[in-house]
T-cell receptor, first 112, second 115 residues
Framework: GIQVEQSPPDLILQEGANSTLRCNFS?????LQWFHQNPWGQLINLFY???GTKQNGRLSATTVATERYSLLYISSSQTTDSGVYFC??????????????FGQGTTLQVKP | DSGVTQTPKHLITATGQRVTLRCSPR?????VYWYQQSLDQGLQFLIQ???????AKGNILERFSAQQFPDLHSELNLSSLELGDSALYFC??????????????FGPGTRLTVL
């Protein structure tokens, strides 16, 4: 069935370290977004990236649509990066409804 | 700030009751989505409206209903509440849905607790 899988499920880093989060998806996509859910529960848009590479400060993302995966890179991590990172996709067969399917998330803890 | 507003932020109610969650999309956005985040189910799509019309349904219970008004704000109605309905309910909006390729911006959520 249609799946979005994220790895690792949990990640603990020391401040200043780099990390890579992965999102695998089971079918072709119209839309792929990365979100950060902060400790207060707010979902913050990081990237809209159905294909290609984007960078925003210390964060960057790459989606290889033909191989059905996306990567989120966090460099020089800070304690404020802590929270849950979600990958969400709209699959090609969803009749252009915009319905996002979320992965289970990667919980990141950055220690000072 | 995403530009999507949701009220109330917190809601505590009892089983069997009915509540209404409200969402105002970003200015200019025609499409509104509702999602539920619970501990056991994760983040799940509930329903979507585009310019006042229902466009897609997900795992939405029959006890739940929604609508989008002419001013484009949306309401999610939850009735006959059960303990398991306790969750964080998000509203999101996007400019359009015609190509299914617009960024969805999420509101701050409404945290519902059913006692």
């Amino acid at each position: 069935g249609i799946q979005v899988e994220q790895s690792p499920p949990d990640l603990i880093l020391q401040e200043g370290a780099n990390s890579t989060l992965r999102c695998n998806f089971s079918d072709s996509v119209n839309n792929l977004q990365w979100f950060h859910q902060n400790p207060w529960g707010q979902l913050i848009n990081l990237f809209y990236i159905p294909s290609g590479t984007k960078q925003n400060g210390r964060l960057s993302a790459t989606t290889v649509a033909t191989e059905r995966y996306s990567l989120l890179y966090i460099s020089s991590s800070q304690t404020t990066d802590s929270g849950v990172y979600f990958c969400a996709v709209e699959f090609l067969g969803s009749s252009n409804t915009g319905k996002l399917i979320f992965g289970q998330g990667t919980t990141l803890q950055v220690k000072p | 700030d995403s530009g999507v507003t949701q009220t109330p932020k917190h809601l505590i109610t009892a089983t069997g009751q009915r509540v209404t969650l409200r969402c105002s999309p970003r200015s200019g956005d025609l499409s509104v989505y509702w999602y539920q985040q619970s501990l056991d189910q994760g983040l799940q799509f509930l329903i979507q409206y585009y310019n006042g019309e229902e466009r897609a349904k997900g795992n939405i219970l029959e006890r739940f209903s929604a609508q989008q008004f002419p001013d484009l704000h949306s309401e999610l109605n939850l009735s006959s509440l059960e303990l398991g309905d306790s969750a964080l309910y998000f509203c999101a909006s996007s400019v359009s849905v015609q190509q299914g390729r617009d960024t969805q911006y999420f509101g701050p959520g409404t945290r519902l607790t059913v006692l």
